[in-house]
């Protein structure tokens, strides 16, 4: 079965600080991996995806995602955070084709100091 | 384009009773989800529907029942609510795109049950 895994539970950066958000994924296959967003009181909005080629993703907001296959990681990263980026981050995982049901993380909260 | 649309946003409910939670989504997607959301625990999937007229459990389904009403509605129930079901429901549609399903969330009900 598919799981993934986010190590950090919080993370504090600094505004303008740059920012890493780790998320490493257990699956058989190349999976398709999912960061998603959500602010305070707000749904999931989806950040970026990868599903094959170039193994770094460009999404929303200023952020990218690396995919390595060695060692399993699907690291977000933004060059200089913003106050605005406070919020909880999930990464997911999926198998490939047809509808699928992915696999959260249990998240990553983003605390921005000014 | 409203996306997907969810009421109540808010709820309080006495143990033993019961309610329904409506989502409704506008962007012609077949398959749509029913999440929950607890501290620390990332999403859980309750029930998911691929297609007009199926349904289908997901990883914590007991206490639920779901109708999906047609193709832009899924209902999610509590026949008798439980404290342990205070959460954060969210109800989710997808579409295929780029070999997989992206799903686009709802911006959640926040359910107490005392």
């Known amino acids: 079965a598919q799981s993934v895994t986010q190590p950090d539970i919080h993370i504090t950066v600094s505004e303008g600080a740059s920012l890493e958000l780790r998320c490493n994924y257990s699956?058989?296959?190349?999976?398709?991996l999912f960061w998603y967003v959500q602010s305070p009181g707000q749904g999931l909005q989806l950040l970026l995806k990868?599903?094959?080629?170039?193994?770094l993703v460009q999404g929303i907001k200023g952020f990218e995602a690396e995919f390595k296959r060695s060692q399993s990681s699907f690291n977000l990263r933004k060059p200089s955070v913003h106050w605005s980026d406070a919020a909880e981050y999930f990464c997911?995982?999926?198998?490939?084709?047809?509808?699928?049901?992915?696999?959260f993380g249990r998240g990553t909260s983003l605390i921005v100091h000014p | 384009n409203a996306g997907v649309t969810q009421t109540p946003k808010f709820q309080v409910l006495k143990t033993g009773q019961s309610m329904t939670l409506q989502c409704a989504q506008d962007?012609?997607?077949?398959?749509m989800y029913w999440y929950r959301q607890d501290p620390g625990m990332g999403l859980r999937l309750i029930y998911y529907?691929?297609?007009?007229?199926?349904?289908d459990k997901g990883e914590v389904p007991n206490g639920y029942n779901v109708s999906r009403l047609n193709k832009r509605e899924f209902s999610l129930r509590l026949e008798s609510a439980a404290p342990s079901q205070t959460s954060v429901y969210f109800c989710?549609?997808?579409?295929?795109?780029?070999?997989?399903?992206?799903?686009?969330f709802g911006p959640g009900t926040r359910l107490t049950v005392l």
């Open positions: 989710a549609s997808s579409e295929f795109s780029g070999n997989t399903d992206t799903q686009y």
């Open positions: 699956y058989g296959a190349t999976p398709y």
């Open positions: 990868y599903f094959s080629g170039d193994t």
């Open positions: 997911a995982v999926g198998p490939p084709g047809g509808s699928y049901i992915p696999t």
């Open positions: 962007m012609n997607h077949n398959s």
């Open positions: 529907s691929a297609s007009e007229g199926t349904t």
